[in-house]
């Protein structure tokens, strides 16, 4: 990569799931209302956030925000960023074992396990 534009580009490519023969081992995600106080939070209405924990170690995050409804969209609108590479466990042995740890935790904070 020679350019900041393109370091740029490549942080913000979607991942994909099934990438190198790669699996879901773990999903978990939560939902937040907006929060009117907030000047990043005056549109939207709700917040999704989604982990996936992979076979390869990796983990991504996806956004979902819904946008409350305007003049342009009077029924809202959504937008679905696409997962992202988050965090790179694979240089532990034993990342399954740290998953299971971290999926434990997450869902006493107030995360839904979706799969595993």
């Known amino acids: 990569m020679n350019n900041l534009a393109e370091d740029v580009l490549y942080l913000y490519e979607m991942a994909k799931l099934s990438a190198r023969g790669r699996y879901e081992l773990y999903r978990v995600e939560k939902v937040t209302k907006g929060d009117p106080h907030k000047s990043e939070d005056v549109d939207i209405d709700y917040r999704k956030i989604v982990y996936s924990f992979m076979s390869d170690g990796h983990v991504l995050r996806k956004l979902i925000v819904r946008q409350k409804p305007s003049s342009f969209y009077p029924k ?15 240089k532990f042995p034993d990342f399954e074992k740290r998953f299971e740890l971290v999926v434990k935790d997450m869902k006493s904070k107030g995360f839904t396990s979706v799969k595993g």
Do not use: A, H, L
Not at 76 to 90: A, V
């Open 76 to 90: 809202g609108e959504t937008k679905d960023f696409g997962f992202k590479d988050f965090k790179n466990f694979s």
